[in-house]
């Protein structure tokens, strides 16, 4: 696990909900049961920064940092897609982007990394498209300097040609044997944390299955039912993860606030 991804899912799952920000020393704490150690957790506070997702602040307890505006808005979408708080619909047409490609391999890279993950897949390698129009992908191409072309389009064969077209930009059989690997690589992890589990072990275990679920924001678009094969692997696994997460929660929630209110003790203490 990368100490910047962590960071991620740290502020969306649990500082957004606190007011998006925390000490640096409760950064550390709470990345410390995953493996990750302070420096690594500094490197990548200082990258976040220069990417403008997040910004210093001086908090009563010590330097800290808080998520910015263009964080909030990628981590509530994120929350969104991972809880699936927002129905899944279609009209019967596809948002269309027709791209000038960047020149360097590195950015074609990070373009597509940034498309997947608002829910564009690709036809050819200047053409994407989603089943429901990404709100940021205007502003994500115009600071990227591509250029661009966008359509709505609906498919003349109706559903059975716009299934067409998803199979062509998206490898569904994939994607499904990607969710049932998940469940398999979890099931044992999450057995072994039980009511007689530490508060620190339940959050770890929690921690890692967000981490795990989340890489499906940049895997599966979320298409709507019509557009999915029968038995869809997707749907067995978000009711793993759903059942999971919940039974984890209270006990991640009282770990992460002892790491949050040991900074504040620290602050009385010393007030006295």
């Known amino acids: 696990m990368q100490a910047r991804s962590a960071l991620f899912d740290l502020y969306g799952d649990h500082l957004r909900p606190r007011g998006g920000r925390a000490p640096v020393a409760a950064l550390v704490k709470l990345l410390a049961p995953l493996g990750i150690a302070p ?39 994120a929350a969104a897609r991972i809880y699936r708080t927002g129905r899944v619909t279609w009209d019967g047409r596809f948002d269309l982007l027709v791209l000038d490609a960047p020149g360097s391999r590195r950015d074609r890279q990070r373009l597509a990394s940034n498309l997947s993950f608002l829910g564009y897949g690709t036809l050819d390698e200047q053409t994407w498209v989603a089943t429901r129009p990404a709100e940021d992908v205007d502003l994500l191409l115009a600071e990227a300097g591509i250029r661009f072309e966008r359509f709505t389009a609906s498919h003349f064969a109706g559903t059975p040609g716009a299934m067409g077209v998803v199979r062509r930009a998206w ?11 998940f469940v398999a690589d979890q099931r044992p992890l999450l057995a072994a944390v039980t009511v007689r589990s530490s508060d620190e072990e339940a959050y770890a275990t929690r921690f890692r299955l967000v981490h795990a679920w989340r890489t499906f924001l940049f895997q599966d678009p979320q298409l709507p039912p019509a557009l999915l094969p029968e038995r869809w692997p997707g749907t067995a696994a978000a009711s793993f993860f759903d059942r999971h997460a919940a039974r984890l929660r209270p006990a991640a929630d009282r770990y992460v606030e002892q790491c949050l209110d040991a900074g504040n003790r620290l602050v009385r203490q010393k007030g006295r």
């Open 39 to 77: 420096p690594a957790v500094r490197t990548a506070v200082s990258r976040m920064v220069r990417q403008g997702w997040l910004e210093p602040l001086r908090l009563v307890s010590g330097p800290g940092y808080s998520i910015t505006p263009k964080a909030a808005r990628r981590l509530d979408e």
């Open 171 to 181: 490898n569904l059989t994939e994607i499904g044997h990607a969710y049932e690997r």
